[in-house]
Structure formats: C-alpha cells, structure tokens
C-alpha cells in the first residue's frame, strides 16, 4: 500500500471534516476523489501532506507513518494543488527551480529536472516567460512542472482543470496517463464525473468526511445496476412533481436539473411516473432511459448533485 | 536557504522596496547635514554681579555659544521667540561665595531641553566645578585664584575651541541623521509582513509546506533574509554617514551598528507578528503604515521626544523606536556600549514578546 488511512478524524472547532476515514491507495494506481465541495477531500489531502494536524487516526505513506517520518515522505510526494500556486514576478523556469531546490535538488539533477519537468508540460520553449503572460491552461501546467521536478512517487492532483480550456483539459488528463505509466501513483481530486470515470482505475466518492463507496468505475455503477434511470424534460417543472415522485414506492431519487426531471427507479414502471406528471398537470416534450453513470451513483448514494449545472 | 535567496531577489526585484528601506533615509540625511539649523547654540547671559569672575565665565560660555544679552524682563520673550536657546542667570555675590567655597547654583531658562541647552549646562556645570576646586585650593587667596584660573582658562579655551564646539553641532545633526536610519529600518516591517502575506496570497505559503521545508526554517530564513537587507542598509548608511558627511558616531561606530542591527530584530518581528495577524496584503501595509510612522514620531525619530507633551512622552516608553534612539543618543554622546545595555536589553525583549505572539497566532499551516 503507498497510503494507508485508518480511523482518520478532523475538527475544526464543531465542525467535523473527517468523520473516521479509513482508506487505503495502492501503488500503480490513478486513485480517483469524487466529491462536491465541502465533502473533506481537500481536508483529507491536507492530512496526508501534514498541513493539518488530525485529532484522531493515523496516516502511513510508503509503509512509514507520517507524524514521524513526515520530512522524508514529502521528499517523494508532489502536490498540484487547485490554485495556481507560483510567483508571477518569476519565469517558468525560476519558479521551477525554486520547487526543485525545496525538494532538496542541486547541480545536474536539479537541471535535469527542470529540463524534464518543461518538457513534459510542453513548456520548454516558454521557459523564460513569466506566468502572467500564460494562459490559464499554460498556468496549470506550470503548476504540474513545479509538482513533478523532483519526480516524485506519488502525486496528489487536486482539481487540477478547474477553469480551462478543453484542449488543456486533455493535456492534462494525457499527461495523468503518462505519469502512471512511469510509475507514478496518482491521487486525482475532482468532482468533474466524467474525468475521473475517464482516467481512474479506483476511484472513492467522499461525502460529509466520509468514503461512501469506494471501487472501479464498474464496480460503483453495479451498485445501481438494477436501478433505471429515467430524464423526463417538461415544462416548468416544479418540486412539487419531485416530492410526489419521491413518495412513490420504488423511486430511489428525483431532481431537477433545468428543464429535465431525473428519476432513479428499481421497481416500478414507467407509466407509473408519466401518469403522476400527467396529473400534476405537467406538459411533457421528452422521454429518456439512460445506463447509470457515476454521477448517478453519487446521486443516488449522496442524495445530491456533485456540483451546480454541469459544464 | 532557497526561502532566504527567494526573498532577497524578490525585494531586488521590486525597487519601491529598495527606495524605502535606503532613498528615503539617505534624502533625510543628506538633509540633516545640509540644513543651518544645527549652528552653535545662542545663549543669553544675565550678570548680577559684574565682576572679574563672572566675566571670564561669560568669556568661557563665549567659547562653546553665541553669546546674546538679555534682560529679567525680556528674557521670556527672547526664549520664546527662539532668540536664543537658552538663559544663564548669574546671581549677586558669585564671586564672593565662589572664593569662600560656598555652594552656589547658577539659574538657567530654556523652552525646551535639547542636545544644544543641555550641552551649554554641562559644560557650565564642569567650568563651575573647576572653579570651586581652585578657590579650595587657594584657601579664598584671590591673586591666586585668578591667577590659577587665568592659567586652566589658557588650557581649557584651546581644549574646547578644538573638540566641544565642532562636534557639538555635528552631533546634532549625526542624530537627527540616526533618526532616518531608524525610520529606514522600520520600514521592513513593511517589507517582511507584505512578502509573507503574499506568499498566503498566492498560495504558496501552502505549497511550501508540500516540499520537506518545515514551518521552523520557513521563518528562520524568512527572518535571516530581512536581517540581512538590514545589515546591508545599515552598513551603506553607515558609511554614507561616515565618508560623506563625516557624522560624529561616538567613540564607537561598532557600538552604533549593535544598536541599529537590534533595532532591526525588533522591526522584522513586527513585521512577522503583523503578517500572522491580518489576512491580506492590503491589511499589512495598512497596519504596517499605521504603525511605522507613529512609532517614528513617538520614538524621536523626526524631533527630540523632549518636544512633545508629558503624556506622549510617557506612551513613548512603550515603543520601541524610543529605546534605539535612546540608545543611539548615548552612543554619539560619548557613551560606551556598557551604558546602553539596559535598552538592548528592552529592545530584545520587545522582539522576542512579538516574535512570542506571531507563532502564537499562527499554529498550524492549512486552517
């Protein structure tokens, strides 16, 4: 295991961020964290890189527990955190090098990692711009350089394509790839579904501190794989419509999402729903059935939406 | 030391840093030895007793002062008016009670107590006591007295003409000068709460903590980073003050380093407890500004704090700009190193409750 969590709890003041997490990473994975904001991925990170202090559990990274080997285990680990974290004031290169030297490089290793670091985020020929001249996606690779100079056994990618475009996006979601391939776990936070259904060979979905369903993306969708999924579009749907469709026997779920109604249903028959918006009074232009998808899954886990709209 | 080299490039980079922390002492300077205010004090002499005695101690206050002629009655206004710095009132029968060794007290008026009055005072105390010693010795022979005081007057004319008198000035204007040193090193409060605050800013301050850099080195070099800046005004101003206008530091410039390098320990901490305190770069200038420049007039960096009112002079206590020019003034006044420990000593324990307070504040990294 390259990380293992047990009973992990974190307070702040009342508010409980972890809620005895216990999780465990194996090495070679792309490890997926899906969650909506809030839901203690960022806390859970946080306490694997000793940011935070835990009030209770214990945190092991690369078989060595963490309040004792903290130094040396950060040595191997590179954060690529949500904000694009580099100095405006310094070129690509500099702000490179800075990291670097932190991780405790120098001379020719030092160089060779930079070196390494542009190429691989395909910034070698922006070396000596400065960020502010970057687009947002050449930021968030940067962002990547400075998380891998030292290349490290494991990284910890937190909403890494917030923002972007969707060439950068699939930049970044290639160079994920190519980082597993060289041995290189990697911890993926997101709650963009469809990137972590995408990359992810584990992925868990965190709520409220808590790991609720933890598997391969197979894996998670069997969890409803009796479940149908019906999108009804209608006009001006109201929720009224989804209380009288939550009190049917055999609706796991209803939401809104614009102008589409979304049921999750096991038992009962389509005709069944249809007649309840029929007698509500809702006029109906669409009828979909669709496989469960991740999103599903968390809804139906989570009883709510993972973020607003979608992208 | 990638944190300590970070920062010295960042502040080279950023030449607003560069005009506060050495342009902005050096234009006050260069105005503090350029200015014909800090001339010779101008003393007005009231002699009630019109005799040989009291005239040579005219001639001798002639030697240190301008020396003007007032009245009893117009006295108060020329003081007021600044016609002269300060009053001496010789009394009736001074001559007599010196020969006769009985002690005598010479009246002096001043508006306000200065390097200028106080130096006139202590030259006059020191002639006074000379002259008590040699009517003693004379067992109240006049001849003799006079004729011994003729002879130390010879000395002591050529003694002061050449030290006392050039230097007095130019320890005026070496402290007002220390004055804009001071305010110079104030400003890395400034510096040292803007630079971490925008390492928060940026998110960085964070991130650092994701390499093997413990918060302990993290302020260490952030520290070592604006002490070195410090070191390095000082050391330029120093010697700005030294070669160019050849400032009057004392019998030791070393001495005068200490204190200015203290005074810096002391500014860094501010800087460092302000940044744990606010939450943006805004806030810490605001508070820096806010405290930089009252700190300054309060601690006597601008005026003599003897200037201001009792109250304030009593608040200044409490600052630490106060304790360096205190220090500092003792230091160009002919004071060693041994008599200013005591407000090192403050100045040290001023920096340590602040540093005491930023790490009280900021407890862990990601909250």
């Known amino acids: 295991m390259i990380i293992e969590v047990k009973d992990l709890v974190k307070r702040y003041k009342d508010f409980l961020a972890i809620d005895h997490l216990s999780l465990t990473i194996k090495e070679g994975e792309i490890f997926g964290l899906l969650g909506p904001n809030g839901a203690g991925k960022t806390t859970l990170t946080n306490t694997i890189l000793g940011l935070t202090a835990i009030d209770q559990g214990t945190i092991t990274v690369f078989g060595k527990e963490l309040r004792k080997h903290e130094r040396e285990i950060k040595e191997d680990i590179g954060l690529v955190p949500q904000d694009i974290a580099v100095y405006d004031e310094l070129t690509a290169y500099e702000n490179i090098r800075l990291f670097g030297k932190l991780f405790g490089l120098r001379g020719e290793a030092l160089k060779n990692g930079i070196d390494d670091a542009l190429e691989f985020t395909g910034l070698t020929h922006l070396k000596n711009k400065k960020p502010s001249q970057f687009s947002g996606g050449m930021k968030r690779r940067l962002n990547i350089a400075c998380a891998i100079v030292h290349k490290p056994k494991l990284i910890i990618m937190d909403e890494p394509t917030v923002g972007i475009d969707p060439q950068s996006r699939n930049y970044i979601l290639e160079s994920v790839k190519k980082l597993n391939q060289l041995d290189c776990t990697v911890i993926y936070i997101s709650h963009y579904m469809e990137e972590v259904a ?8 965190v709520d409220k501190g808590r790991i609720i369903a933890k598997g391969t993306k197979e894996e998670l969708s069997r969890l409803i794989v009796d479940d149908q999924v019906i999108s009804v579009d209608v006009e001006a749907p109201d929720y009224t419509i989804i209380e009288r469709l939550k009190n049917l026997h055999g609706v796991k779920d209803a939401s809104i999402d614009g102008q589409t109604v979304r049921i999750v249903l096991n038992e009962l ?43 | 030391m990638v944190i300590f080299q970070n920062n010295i490039k960042r502040f080279l980079m950023h030449k607003l840093n560069f005009v506060l922390l050495m342009v902005i002492p050096l234009i006050f300077i260069v105005l503090s030895f350029s ?74 008026y001043h508006v306000q107590a200065s390097n200028v009055s106080s130096g006139i005072q202590t030259f006059v105390s020191g002639y006074l006591q000379d002259m008590k010693i040699m ?10 007295f006079y004729k011994a005081l003729d002879h130390y007057q010879a000395n002591h004319f050529t003694l002061h003409v050449t030290s006392t008198d050039t230097s007095g000035a ?27 605050m925008e390492d928060i800013k940026l998110k960085l301050y964070n991130r650092f903590f994701t390499t093997p850099l413990s918060i302990g080195s993290y302020n260490v070099q952030n520290i070592l980073s604006y002490l070195t800046l410090a070191t390095v005004t000082i050391l330029t101003l120093m010697a700005i003050l030294v070669l160019g206008f ?11 380093f200490l204190v200015l390098f203290t005074f810096s320990i002391v500014s860094v901490s501010i800087g460092i407890l302000i940044s744990s305190l606010v939450k943006s770069t805004g806030q810490a200038t605001a508070l820096s500004q806010l405290i930089i420049t009252p700190f300054a007039m309060l601690g006597g960096c601008f005026w003599p704090i003897s200037i201001t009112p009792v109250f304030m002079q009593k608040i200044s206590d409490f600052v630490p700009t106060t304790w360096g020019m205190r220090a500092l003034t003792k230091l160009v006044y002919g004071n060693t190193l041994n008599d200013v420990i005591i407000d090192l000593l403050i100045l040290i324990a001023f920096a340590a409750v602040f540093f005491l307070l930023a790490s009280w504040r900021r407890s862990e990294i990601a909250s």
């Not at chain 1, 995408?198 to 979905?205: G, T």
């Not at chain 2, 050849?246 to 005068?256: C, D, E, Q, R, Y």
Request: charged share 20%; net charge positive; aromatic share 6%.
């Open chain 1, 198 to 205: 995408a990359i992810c060979s584990q992925i868990a979905i």
């Open chain 1, 269 to 311: 028959k389509l005709n069944t729903v249809l007649s309840t918006f029929l007698e509500e009074g809702s006029t109906i232009t669409k009828v979909a059935t669709n496989t469960p998808t991740l999103e599903d899954v968390f809804l139906t886990l989570t009883g709510r939406a993972l973020r607003e709209g979608s992208r």
């Open chain 2, 35 to 108: 200015g014909s205010w800090a001339q010779k004090a101008k003393v007005g002499i009231i002699d009630h007793d019109h005799t040989l005695l009291s005239q040579k101690l005219e001639q001798s206050i002639k030697t240190q002062a301008d020396v003007v002629t007032v009245t009893d009655r117009n006295k108060q206004d020329q003081l007021i008016n600044s016609k002269v710095d300060s009053v001496i009132v010789i009394p009736q029968k001074f001559t007599q009670f010196m020969l006769e060794g009985r002690p005598i007290k010479l009246q002096s």
């Open chain 2, 135 to 144: 009517a003693v010795s004379t067992h109240g022979d006049k001849n003799m």
């Open chain 2, 170 to 196: 130019q320890k005026e204007k070496t402290m007002n000068a220390l004055g804009f040193v001071i305010f110079g090193l104030f400003m890395i409060v400034s510096v040292s709460s803007r630079f971490i």
């Open chain 2, 246 to 256: 050849h400032a009057a530091l004392g019998p030791s410039p070393i001495s005068v």
